[in-house]
C-alpha cells in the first residue's frame, strides 16, 4: 500500500527519534526507490537490495566510493599462471557481528547454499565460473566438488573452469559474499530478521519495516570502523519521486537515486549542483514473454520495436537525461563491440513504413486490434514511458493496457515467471563485462524474466565462459548479442543515466558509473 506523505514524515521523525538521543548523532536518510523483498544475499537481485546488502555484508573483494575494486573479507590474493586457480588470504580481524571469525569455511558454505537448487537462487549463475557450480546449481554434481575449499581457516582457494577476467570484480556482488552457517542453522529462513541477522559488513540490521523504512546501523566490530563516519543509516521507499523531492526539499531525506524527469529543468533551476545527472552502466527495457503468442514471433517482436521512437522518448519522457538504446549492453565496455537491431540506423518513417508491413502480413490493424498487457513498476518516469509507447502503438492497431504495482510486487511477479505480455526491467551492470547484460537471455537464467530460449545463443555464452583468449572470448559474446537483437526478447529501449539528488550535507558520495555508494565512506555534516 502506497504511503501517504504524511504518514513518511512522522516515520521519519520517529526513526531520527530512536537514534538514542536523538539528533547529535549522524544519521542519512537515504531514499530508495521501492522497497525490498529480501535481505537474504542469495535471494535478492534488484539495485535496492543490492545498496543495503553491501552496507551490511563484505565479500573476498568489495566498492571503494568510486565503485574500484578493492580489498574486503580478503588481504591479499595470487592467481595461477593460467588465471584459473585463485587463493585468497582473509584478514584475521574479519568478524561477524556477534564477534565470530569469519572464515574460508564460510565462504565455501555460502557459495554452496548459493548453487543448492533448493535456494532458488535467481543470481546461481553468478558463481558459475567455479569449477563445477553450473553442474552443481543443475543437479549434475555433489556440493563437495565445488571449486572452492577451505585450505586452512585463512585461506581460500578457488578454482575456476576457465580465466574468467571479471572475476574479482564479481565477487562484489551481493550473491558472493560470506554467510554464518551457525547464524542459519540458529534460525533458518527467519536469519534474515533484524535481531537475528549475523553480518561482517561496516552496519548492522535493527529494523526493517516493510514499505516504510530498514535502519542499519554502525557496526563496531568492522575490521575498518574507525574509518566509518556515520551512526546508522535509513533506507527510507519513495516510489512517488515526486513526493520524494518535497522531502527531500524539507530535509527529510538526504538523497534520491531517482527524481521525476519532467520536473527536471525546474529541479536543476532550484538545486544545481544537488542534482547529479551522470553517464550509468545500465540500460532500461522491455521484456517480452517469448514462448506465449502472439509475442513468440521475433518478426512482431521487431516490427512493435520499429515503431517505438526512442529519441522522443529520450528527449520528450526523460528530459535528455537517457540515450536511446539500440543494444542490450551498453557503449563502453572496453574490448567490446556491441551489437544492435538491424533498423537501428533507419529514420523512424522508415521503420514505422516497414513495421506496418508486418503488422499487415500479421492482420493486426486498427480495425482489427491485438490487445496487449504492458506491466511496470510504481514512478513517474515508467508510467510516462509507458503512456507514450501506448500512444505510438495506438495507430497500427494495438490496444494496450498498462497495469501498474510497486517495485517489490513487479520484479517477484517477473522472478515466479508470472503471466505477462510485456513488462519493463532495467539492468545496472552488476560488473564491467558484456556477460553480466547478456546472461539476462541465457536459458534457465533467474533473471531470463521472459523465458528466452535459443541453444545457438546459448552455446556461444557457454563458449565464450570456456574461451581463455581475450579476444576471441569478445567476439563470441559479440556475436551472442547480434542473436539477441534479431530475436528481440529483450527489447532496448534507453541506456541509462544517474539521477540522483544528493544534500551538500552529505560528503564522500562519488559519481561512478555503476552508481555505486557505500555508505561506509560516507559522511554528513
Not at 575449499?149 to 551481493?174: C, R
Amino acid at each position: 500500500m502506497k504511503l501517504t506523505i504524511k504518514s513518511l514524515l512522522v516515520g521519519t521523525t520517529m526513526l531520527l527519534m530512536t537514534t538514542g538521543g536523538a539528533m547529535a548523532e549522524s544519521v542519512w536518510n537515504r531514499g530508495a526507490n521501492s522497497d525490498v523483498q529480501s535481505l537474504d544475499p542469495h535471494k535478492t537481485s534488484t539495485v535496492e537490495e543490492a545498496n543495503i546488502l553491501r552496507d551490511l555484508f563484505v565479500g573476498l573483494v568489495t566498492e571503494d566510493s568510486a565503485g574500484n575494486t578493492i580489498p574486503g573479507a580478503a588481504e591479499s590474493w595470487t592467481v595461477s599462471a593460467d588465471g584459473k586457480v585463485y587463493t585468497f588470504k582473509l584478514r584475521k580481524d574479519d568478524v561477524w557481528s556477534d564477534g565470530t571469525a569469519v572464515t574460508a569455511a564460510d565462504f565455501v558454505f555460502a557459495w554452496r547454499r548459493l548453487l543448492d537448487p533448493k535456494t532458488g537462487s535467481e543470481y546461481a549463475s553468478m558463481g558459475f565460473p567455479v569449477l563445477n557450480a553450473e553442474e552443481i546449481n543443475g543437479s549434475k554434481a555433489k556440493a563437495e566438488d565445488l571449486g572452492a575449499k577451505a585450505i586452512d581457516a585463512n585461506m581460500l582457494e578457488v578454482t575456476l573452469k576457465g580465466p574468467t577476467p571479471y572475476f574479482l570484480e564479481m565477487l562484489t556482488h551481493q550473491a558472493m559474499y560470506p554467510v554464518s552457517k551457525a547464524n542459519i542453522e540458529k534460525f533458518g529462513d527467519d536469519f534474515v530478521k533484524a535481531g537475528n541477522l549475523v553480518s561482517n559488513g561496516a552496519f548492522t540490521l535493527v529494523e526493517n519495516v516493510p514499505n516504510d523504512h530498514i535502519k542499519i546501523v554502525k557496526n563496531p566490530k568492522f575490521f575498518d570502523a574507525g574509518n566509518v563516519k556515520l551512526d546508522a543509516v535509513n533506507y527510507i521507499p519513495v516510489e512517488d519521486r515526486a513526493a520524494g523531492i518535497k522531502r527531500y526539499q524539507a530535509g527529510e531525506i538526504d538523497s534520491m537515486n531517482d527524481m521525476p524527469t519532467e520536473q527536471l529543468a525546474d529541479l536543476k533551476a532550484k538545486f544545481g549542483d544537488q542534482i547529479h545527472l551522470t553517464p550509468e552502466l545500465g540500460t532500461y527495457y522491455y521484456i517480452f514473454k517469448a514462448q506465449k503468442a502472439p509475442w513468440n514471433n521475433a518478426e512482431l517482436r521487431n516490427a512493435i520495436s520499429m515503431v517505438i521512437d526512442r529519441d522522443q522518448l529520450a528527449s520528450k519522457v526523460w528530459q535528455n537525461s537517457m540515450i536511446p538504446a539500440y543494444s542490450l549492453v551498453p557503449p563502453g565496455v572496453k574490448g567490446y563491440e556491441t551489437r544492435t537491431t538491424d533498423y537501428a540506423e533507419m529514420p523512424q518513417l522508415d521503420r514505422e513504413d516497414a513495421a506496418k508491413k508486418v503488422f499487415d502480413k500479421l492482420g493486426i490493424s486498427p480495425e482489427h486490434p491485438q490487445k496487449l498487457e504492458l506491466r511496470y513498476n510504481t514512478s513517474e518516469n515508467h508510467k510516462n514511458t509507458a503512456v507514450a509507447i501506448q500512444e505510438m502503438l495506438k495507430p497500427f492497431g494495438f490496444d494496450v493496457t498498462l497495469v501498474n504495482t510497486d517495485g517489490k510486487t513487479h520484479y517477484s511477479y517477473l522472478e515466479q515467471h508470472g503471466d505477462f505480455d510485456v513488462a519493463r526491467a532495467g539492468w545496472i551492470a552488476d560488473f564491467k563485462d558484456p556477460v553480466t547484460f547478456l546472461n539476462l537471455g541465457h536459458t534457465g537464467d533467474g533473471n531470463n524474466y521472459g523465458e528466452y530460449s535459443n541453444k545457438d545463443y546459448d552455446a556461444l555464452l557457454d563458449a565464450a565462459a570456456r574461451e581463455s583468449d581475450p579476444g576471441k572470448r569478445m567476439k563470441e559474446l559479440s556475436d551472442a548479442e547480434a542473436i539477441l537483437m534479431k530475436d528481440l526478447p529483450v527489447m532496448p529501449l534507453l541506456y541509462y543515466g544517474n539521477h540522483n539528488v544528493v544534500s551538500p550535507k552529505l560528503h564522500g558520495f562519488v559519481d561512478n558509473v555503476m552508481d555505486k555508494h557505500p555508505s561506509r565512506f560516507v559522511s554528513k555534516d
